[in-house]
């Protein structure tokens, strides 16, 4: 199963100019529990991903809202001259195919 | 009296000690939901609260001192604000001014705010927070050691501060708090924590922080945090032990499971609010349904700083810039995308620089349909049917820009490649021209966390009493 079938929001944003966060939200306790246990969700497999040190990838679960939240530093701050993306509210696609 | 110091009266007046505060936008100057803001001066609420700005815009406003929003419409939604919070008499505080809270946009909201005072008939004193911070007191605080990054940007230097068009800091409670000793009726600050907003009136008044902040945080967005998410105005209630929360849409829901996943937007951690004088901590907040509209929150804790900071921001001058649009739908122009563009790049750069002379431009291409978005690592595996290509020139002058990006449009047109069966032109133009100038570029090169002794010095107030 694919991430994009099982979550319920999958999204990124600037979190700063300087940061990129994605917020992974799941509809039930067990669907959380499945996130929570993916291999592509772990601070290596994104690291590889998004091409940023495993060290610099924060992966924070929140319970209370059934989601998991990953924060990595932008590969140069938001709005730069080669930035492809201001607001980083298109760069959680890669996520969207990850196998659970 | 004003009404800051009416409202204080009037809370150390009364017995229930709870104080009612509404959210009326989370981004002034796009528009103000009319019926939600009409149902939010119903229920008279103590103070009314707007943010108007943001980092998410980019740097250009920052650096350039222009507002993002549209003159007409942010002037529209300020005279709503404040004729609402005129006529309930309420304290009417609004941050960020501008887009981005430097001087020039201070300024310019502030001459939005006289203009409407004297066109409405209004009379109010009004205290302004300034949020810049001079190069010289950075500089200053890196020769301390005092300033540190926060991200990618290198260690922040004095150049650094210098080279800023702007720079500003952002202005915490503390700020708005010793504008409201001053009694005013409306607040204007320039760049702002938006919590500082909405938590400077509970503490004024006593209440602790840890939950004065955790509701600022929500209500800052207006009805963002309710199911289905929107920004009509909100309503929080505050008391001693938590807050509760109602979006004044009744097509909205402020449930617990979407007020607790609001902690999670646009924050890098969504367990802690980092403040100017300390952190809020929320990973032991609890989330109650009141009924199926409104949910009460509880148990956030307040962690104090050691020394206070400041989040300073500064956006440096680049060039002009100017851009080229043009689409394409030739599979063997398409085919060979990248190399096609690096060859008309080399191309133009013979044609407009002098010979052994470095180009005084930058020119770069985002290819729509591969890889404009994202950078992916592989090239898809059926090519698209079509792509656009925006070329983008940054260079010392708007004509040297527009220069750049009309050659680079006549040779891509014209482009003779291997295999190239349409020798009458490779692009599409969607109308000309298709060389546009887009005004000056700039970068964040300040974005960095100064510790100071003492937070007031650097964001200081002036008082004006307008009279219509």
């Known amino acids: 199963m694919r991430l994009m079938d099982l979550a319920r929001v999958v999204r990124s944003k600037n979190a700063g100019p300087l940061n990129l966060t994605f917020d992974i939200m799941f509809e039930t306790e067990a669907d959380y529990a499945l996130g929570l246990a993916a291999p592509g ?18 992966v924070i679960p929140y319970p209370t ?35 659970l | 009296m004003n009404a800051a110091f009416k409202l204080r009266a009037r809370f150390q007046a009364s017995a229930a000690k709870t104080l009612k505060l509404v959210g009326a936008s989370g981004q002034l100057g796009y528009g103000v939901p009319e019926a939600a803001f009409e149902a939010a001066l119903a229920c008279r609420p103590d103070m009314i609260g707007a943010d ?25 939604d300020l005279a709503r604000l404040l004729a609402g919070a005129r006529a309930i008499d309420a304290p009417l505080i609004v941050g960020s001014a501008g887009s981005a809270g430097a001087g020039p946009h201070l300024d310019a909201t502030l001459a939005m705010v006289r203009d409407i005072a004297a ?18 007191t950075a500089a200053e605080a890196v ?49 702002a924590c938006d919590t500082g907003i909405y938590a400077a009136i509970p503490e004024w008044l006593g209440f602790e922080p840890a939950a004065a902040t955790h509701m600022a945080k929500i209500v800052e967005c207006a009805s963002l945090c309710c199911v289905p998410g929107g920004r009509d105005s909100i309503l929080a209630t505050l008391d001693r ?76 001058y680049l060039g002009e810039r100017a851009v ?72 010392p002058s708007q004509e040297r820009a ?13 482009h003779g490649f291997p295999g190239r069966l349409s020798t009458s032109g490779n692009i599409a133009f969607p109308f000309t021209p298709p060389e546009l100038s887009a005004g000056p570029a700039y970068r964040f090169n300040v974005y960095h966390l100064m510790t100071v002794d003492d937070l007031a010095p650097h964001f200081p107030i002036e008082v004006e009493d307008i009279r219509a």
Not at chain 2, 403 to 412: D, F, G
């Open chain 1, 65 to 99: 809202a059934l989601a998991i939240k990953i924060t990595i530093p932008r590969a140069e701050a938001a709005g730069g001259p080669r930035d492809r993306d201001v607001y980083g509210a298109q760069q959680h696609v890669p996520l969207l195919g990850l196998e």
């Open chain 2, 119 to 136: 066109a409405e008939g209004l009379s109010f004193r009004l205290t302004v927070i300034r949020s810049d911070i001079p190069a010289a």
């Open chain 1, 41 to 58: 969700l772990k601070a290596e497999a994104v690291s590889a991903l998004y091409g940023v040190s495993a060290n610099r990838v924060s």
């Open chain 2, 241 to 316: 032990a938590g807050f509760e929360l109602e979006s004044m849409n009744p097509a909205r829901a402020a449930t617990p499971m979407s007020v607790a996943a609001h902690s999670l937007y646009e924050q890098g951690d969504p367990h802690q609010i980092i403040e100017p004088a300390g952190v809020c901590m929320v990973d032991t907040a609890r989330y109650a349904a009141l009924d199926d509209r409104r949910t009460r929150v509880e148990g956030a804790r307040w962690v104090p700083a050691e020394r206070p900071t400041i989040k300073l921001e500064g956006a440096e």
């Open chain 2, 143 to 191: 020769r301390d050691g005092r300033v540190r990054s926060m991200g990618v940007l290198p260690e922040f230097t004095a150049e650094a501060a210098h080279k800023a068009a702007h720079l500003v800091g952002q202005a915490g409670t503390e700020a708005f708090v010793r504008a409201l000793e001053t009694d005013p009726d409306v607040i204007i600050a320039g760049r």
């Open chain 2, 324 to 395: 080229l649009l043009a689409g394409s739908a030739d599979p063997r122009f398409i085919d060979r995308i990248k190399a096609n563009l690096e060859e008309v790049a080399d191309v133009v750069r013979g044609l407009v620089c002098e010979p052994g002379v470095a180009p005084d431009y930058e020119l770069f291409f985002r290819t729509y349909g591969l890889d404009a978005v994202f950078p992916w690592p592989n090239a898809p595996e059926t090519p698209p049917r079509e792509i656009f290509i925006l070329g983008e020139c940054i260079a």
């Open chain 2, 402 to 414: 527009l220069a750049v990006v009309k050659s680079t449009k006549q040779y891509l047109l014209h």
């Open chain 2, 52 to 76: 108007m700005g943001s980092t998410d815009i980019g740097p250009t406003f920052l650096g350039s001192g222009a507002m993002a929003t549209s003159p007409e419409q942010t002037r529209k």
